[in-house]
């Protein structure tokens, strides 16, 4: 990745995977974020070791607790994230947290629907109001400066699972039914927001991460963890007023709705 780093960053869901690959590579960074907050569930526990122990070497990352589904526990946060910034703004919101089970026609019932929907969809809903007057206060810094992840930055983790227009290319080796509809939800929740929040000059944008060798990617998939990130930092570098709105891939192509 080249360019400059945005001096404040929050992520969720670091304790793993691309969350937790994320605040490695901006932490490697010649000049990283002077704030970088890294949100999970359970800090402190086993799960959370790797985080625990990249805090302990760098000052600037802080370990918030942060259930995306709780409101309580997201205005928690938030208060706690809004101390530390010491009256400065957010630049950057990664929702990244998220949930994959097997899903498929004959197998997916109310449950597994409203459970996925709740985390993938509900979550992002409830940190980005919840985050949403830091996010504009940064963009509010220099009101003339182009829309971009140094100003401020609103990123959703989506797939390509979510794309209508290319399912019938993926669905026989990727059904996950409740994953596909509750990322296409989140889609349009990105561009509501990138028409809704684009008066504050906060830009909005979906992600899709390939398909990565993850705990939700499994270890057949062809990506590593370190390549995808490397890919994802490097278009969130290079994001403009052109990407409002729409979902790229970690190559920064742009795919179809």
């Avoid at 000052?59 to 409101?71: G, K, M, Q």
Wanted: proline letters at 7%.
């Amino acid at each position: 990745m080249t360019g400059p780093v945005p001096r404040t960053v929050l992520i969720t869901g670091c304790n793993r995977g691309i969350g937790l690959e994320l605040v490695k590579q901006l932490l490697a960074k010649p000049n990283p974020p002077d704030l970088l907050f890294a949100t999970c569930r359970s800090p402190g526990t086993p799960q959370c070791q790797e985080l625990t122990n990249l805090a302990a070497k760098h000052p600037n990352l802080s370990v918030i607790s942060l259930e995306a589904t709780d409101p309580g526990s997201v205005a928690e946060a938030k208060k706690e994230v809004e101390k530390q910034l010491k009256g400065r703004g957010l630049n950057v919101l990664i929702n990244n947290a998220g949930i994959m089970p097997e899903s498929t026609l004959e197998s997916v019932d109310e449950k597994d629907l409203l459970n996925v929907y709740t985390v993938n969809v509900v979550g992002p809903v409830l940190v980005t109001k919840a985050f949403l007057p830091l996010l504009k206060k940064a963009a509010q810094v220099n009101p003339q400066a182009p829309m971009n992840w140094t100003r401020a930055v609103l990123i959703n983790m989506s797939t390509i699972g979510s794309s209508i227009a290319k399912v019938s290319e993926n669905f026989s080796w990727m059904q996950v039914v409740s994953y596909r509809c509750s990322k296409a939800a989140l889609n349009m929740l990105t561009c509501c927001q990138s028409l809704g929040y684009k008066k504050d000059s906060i830009l909005c944008t979906a992600i899709h991460p390939g398909w990565v060798q993850t705990d939700l990617g499994g270890s057949e998939a062809p990506l590593s963890v370190e390549e995808s990130v490397k890919g994802i930092l490097k278009v969130l570098c290079n994001l403009t007023e052109k990407q409002n709105g729409i979902l790229l891939d970690w190559e920064g192509n742009t795919i179809p709705w």
